[in-house]
């Protein structure tokens, strides 16, 4: 006998996908996370525009992490023109993404993700119980959100970014606010995220090869060498000779492989690889949460978000709190003819750019591999691996245990608390 869970639509979602899964008696035949939404174009329509308009471009691919196209965007042109930035404007470069991943992760964490462990649809069931919790973490996502307007000019789809720098820089003023902001939740984040560490997980641990970018010095954000936790150590220019990108059929965003096989980027990926980056109060807070290295179950990434946020708002104050402004918002960029290499760590993962640029300075070819793209492959496995207990649940517990599985991994096309509709068939 044949069984099939069909879901035909992932709604209310940031893209849109299809997910089946088939069974031959006991044995899982079939896993496909189809992603059926038309494809976006970027990457042919920055052909032609000049360097200085890709950073904006490109924010636009995402609402939630605009900053992290930025920076990766910035990247790889500054590393076309040979620009090397001054350790003020790229710590201001940090803060700004800091405030990304805060508002990002606890957007994720306490609006999207919370409700799966409380059986619910939505943050507001959730409220009706811990409104505390839920008023916290708003006011948080508020501290990142104020971060990123702040720095990047509004908070979504920053306009203050350009290759060399900012436009402009933040007054004194404006750095204070930012700061006092975040001292006043800081309090506030941590018993937030104590408060999750007593969720029920589920039970899977999987063995992923894990990637990410490691400088040797802090926790990844925009800078450092391509590792993994196969021994892979590269810069950031030799992506192309390992990382490949191939289409599948059931798919309009690309499947990204690691000499041919399946790998994850992410937070599990970052905290696994970089753990002895973080600060020893957080890394004696991952101890007494239950997530000390390594940590192989997807579900319990809910808290390697949660140590990534605390790591973000320590890191903008002491940032901040040092921070002396330049004499000048951006360094002056000549023009020349190049291939620049550029990524930087997303709140969902590892994200890569790579453009060409003529002697004036326009783009002749472009390519971005962003993390969805990098972990659909990871997501399968998973699924494929919760395929026993899928099988044997009832529709309503295999559609929740089957979305929180790709929640998990917060994926661009994951940015709704309420996006399966199960159908399960026999043939």
């Not at 496909?32 to 329509?45: G, H, K, Q, T, V």
């Not at 609006?111 to 119980?129: I, N, R, S, W, Y």
């Not at 839920?134 to 979504?156: F, Y």
């Not at 790579?354 to 972990?375: C, F, H, K, M």
Request: net charge negative.
């Amino acid at each position: 006998m044949k069984r099939t869970i069909q879901v035909d639509y992932l709604a209310r979602v940031e893209g849109e996908g299809a997910l089946s899964l088939t069974w031959d008696g006991q044995e899982l035949s079939e896993v496909a996370l189809s992603i059926f939404e038309p494809p976006r174009f970027f990457e042919a329509f920055l052909v032609g525009r000049s360097c200085m308009e890709v950073a904006d471009i490109t924010a636009r691919i995402c609402g939630i992490c605009p900053v992290a196209y930025q920076m990766s965007a910035c990247r790889a042109i500054e590393d076309a023109l040979g620009v090397e930035l001054p350790a003020a404007l790229h710590q201001l470069r940090r803060v700004l993404y800091c405030g990304e991943w805060i508002e990002s992760h606890v957007l994720h964490m306490a609006l999207l993700h919370t409700p799966d462990f409380f059986g619910v649809d939505d943050a507001m069931e959730v409220a009706k119980q811990h409104s505390a919790q839920i008023r916290a973490a708003l006011a948080v996502k508020k501290a990142g959100n104020g971060i990123v307007g702040t720095l990047g000019g509004r908070e979504i789809h920053p306009i203050n970014v350009k290759p060399g720098g900012f436009w402009r820089l933040p007054r004194k003023s404006e750095v204070r606010s930012v700061i006092d902001s975040l001292v006043a939740q800081r309090a506030h984040m941590e018993d937030l995220l104590r408060w999750m560490g007593g969720f029920d997980f589920p039970d899977l641990h999987r063995p992923h090869t894990l990637v990410c970018l490691d400088n040797g010095v802090t926790y990844p954000f925009m800078e450092g060498r391509v590792i993994s936790s196969e021994g892979l150590d590269v810069s950031v220019q030799e992506w192309p000779q390992h990382f490949a990108e191939q289409h599948v059929e059931r798919s309009n965003a690309l499947h990204a492989t690691l000499h041919g096989g399946t790998y994850l980027t992410g937070p599990m990926a970052r905290f696994n690889l970089c753990f002895d980056r973080l600060p020893e109060s957080l890394k004696r807070l991952a101890v007494e949460l239950g997530i000390e290295p390594p940590v192989t179950n997807p579900f319990r990434s809910l808290l390697v978000r949660g140590i990534e946020v605390l790591l973000a708002m320590d890191e903008t104050i002491s940032l901040l709190s040092g921070w002396k402004a330049p004499d000048v918002a951006a360094v002056p960029l000549e023009y020349r003819v190049g291939l620049g290499h550029g990524a930087s760590e997303a709140p969902r993962g590892l994200l890569y750019h790579r453009y060409a640029l003529d002697e004036d300075g326009r783009v002749t070819a472009a390519t971005i591999v962003p993390p969805t793209s990098q972990n659909q492959r990871a997501m399968e496995a998973d699924l494929r691996a919760l395929g026993p207990q899928l099988r044997d649940l009832d529709q309503a517990e295999a559609t929740r245990l089957a979305e929180q599985a790709i929640r998990n991994h917060d994926p661009c096309i994951s940015c709704a608390t309420h996006f399966l509709t199960l159908d399960r068939t026999h043939r």
